[in-house]
Nanobody, 123 residues
């Protein structure tokens, strides 16, 4: 069992930056691939970024490539999402999730989810 708690969301102007954190409970954090997803009002939850168990491999949605960076610190049981050059279309609730598969972009392959943190980007 893994419990995930996101933090770091908020209101930011377009062009600004935010850093999301996701703290995981349990001793098996390093055995999970981790991902960030987001869901805007009226839209499906979509993949944003993923990272392998050891942190050596990452993947990103095309819409955030070059602006967002996912990282993890297994000693702290935490995964991060650094978001730069934010746009109004990045406004959404952001969720972190844990998967037994590495770098999956598919929601159903993630076993555990956090409660989400709101990110709002004003124009």
């Amino acid at each position: 069992q893994v419990q995930l708690v996101e933090s770091g969301g908020g209101l930011v102007q377009a062009g600004g930056s935010l850093r999301l954190s996701c703290a995981a409970s349990g001793r098996t954090f390093s055995s999970y691939g981790m991902g960030w997803f987001r869901q805007a009002p009226g839209k499906e939850r979509e993949f944003v970024a993923g990272i392998s168990r050891g942190g050596g491999r990452t993947n990103y949605a095309d819409s955030v490539k070059g602006r967002f960076t996912i990282s993890r610190d297994n000693a702290k049981n935490t995964v991060y999402l650094q978001m730069n050059s934010l746009k109004p279309e990045d406004t959404a609730v952001y969720y972190c999730a844990a998967s037994s598969r590495a770098l999956s972009v598919i929601k159903v392959e993630y076993d555990y989810w956090g409660q989400g943190t709101q990110v709002t980007v004003s124009s």
